[in-house]
Each structure stands twice: as structure tokens, then as C-alpha cells.
């Protein structure tokens, strides 16, 4: 079906349904596969009747591109990781920036300076980026291991654990989220966790 489909330039909102719900039902068992089927969706949701038609974005292309290079080298079978976990990363975003620390090491994004595309958006995307940030600054350190990550935003949650978002800025830091954990073999968990207010005395 996905070699089908990747000759494909059109295709009918039934020819669509057909092929997400078989990428739905395989996504149980392949890492990462919920990461690459967001493109997929969106063109399925673009139509409203099951034979309205539409043309295939080069997005749509790149998504079926990964499941024919992944399933060709996927065994069913993952590398080894660690199931105790590393609980002690810590990030925060604000309107304005994001926070992360780990063991010592941190840095500080200011959004309209250092990433302006993120600038504009809500909170809880903010919040999901961070987490991006983090991968890209201690991946190295988390090989073969399972990383905890305590977040204020259960949006933020959602997305991580399910590897999805309808965000496009957000979703393309997912997929290169992806990349890092299968590059350095580790797995990220996010939980939810209300921040609790300190007060300050003076």
C-alpha cells in the first residue's frame, strides 16, 4: 500500500482513511511511527466526504518516504535501554524564554532572540520545544537510557508521549526529537506536574 501510494497524486478521502488506519494499527508497535503520520492525517482531514479528492503534498510524500526506509530495516526488535530512569532534567518555559538544567549545565532561550518562529507561540508549545532543546544539548549523555521529563503543561505532555502535534513548528521539533533518541538509543516519558507557588519574604 505505501509503494502504492508513493507513486500517488491523488488520492480520495476513503483511499486515505484506509491507509491511516493501517499506519494507526502498526504505530502500536514501530517507534516513532505516530511522529510520521501527522502529515498523513492532515491531508485526510482536509477532505469532508469519503470521494472528495486531493493532491498529495511533497509533506505527505516525506511521511511515506520514512515508513518505506523504516519498515525496510525494522525487526521488530529494539536496542537495549536502561529502565531505570533520569528523573533529574528539569525545564521551564515562559512567554518570553525557556529554562533547562541538567546535572550542573544549563542554558537560557530567549525566544524572540534566539528562535523567533516560537516567538508567537502559546505556552504549551513552548513548553514542548524545550523539551527539544534539552535533547539537543545533553543527547550525548543520555545513551541507552530512559529519560524522565516533568512538565506544567499537559499539552506539552500529550505531545511528547504521543509523538504528535497539529502545530507544524511543533511537530517538525518532534521529528527531529525522533531522530536524537534512535541516534543515541534513549527514550523520553513526559509526566505532568503542577508547578507549586513558592512565596517569596522579603
Known amino acids: ?3 502504492e501510494f508513493a507513486k500517488r497524486k491523488r488520492a480520495s478521502r476513503r483511499q486515505l482513511e484506509s491507509l491511516a488506519g493501517k499506519l494507526a494499527w502498526a504505530c502500536r508497535v514501530i517507534k516513532g511511527g505516530r511522529t510520521f503520520l501527522r502529515r498523513i492525517l492532515d491531508q485526510l482531514h482536509s477532505l469532508r466526504k469519503p470521494t472528495h479528492r486531493v493532491i498529495l503534498s511533497k509533506e505527505f510524500a516525506l511521511d511515506i518516504d520514512w515508513w518505506l526506509r523504516y519498515l525496510a530495516v525494522f525487526n521488530g526488535t529494539h ?8 528523573t533529574d532534567v528539569h525545564i521551564d518555559a515562559s512567554n518570553l524564554a525557556s529554562g ?31 523539551v527539544l532543546l534539552a535533547a539537543r544539548r545533553w543527547a550525548h549523555k ?3 537510557c530512559t529519560v524522565h521529563i516533568y512538565t506544567d503543561s499537559q499539552v506539552a505532555m500529550a505531545n511528547i508521549n504521543k509523538g504528535t502535534s497539529r502545530n507544524a513548528l511543533v511537530m517538525s521539533a518532534l521529528r527531529e526529537l525522533f531522530w536524537l533518541s534512535v541516534t543515541h538509543n534513549f527514550h523520553i516519558q513526559a509526566s505532568h506536574e503542577k508547578h507549586t507557588q513558592v512565596t517569596q519574604w522579603k
Open 1 to 3: 500500500m505505501l509503494l
Open 79 to 86: 536496542k537495549f535501554i536502561d529502565p531505570r530512569p533520569i
Open 100 to 130: 533547562i538544567y541538567y546535572r550542573g549545565d544549563w542554558q537560557y532561550t530567549a525566544w524572540a532572540h534566539d528562535w523567533p518562529s516560537a516567538h508567537p507561540l502559546h505556552i504549551n508549545h513552548k513548553e514542548a520545544l524545550s
Open 142 to 144: 543520555w545513551q541507552d
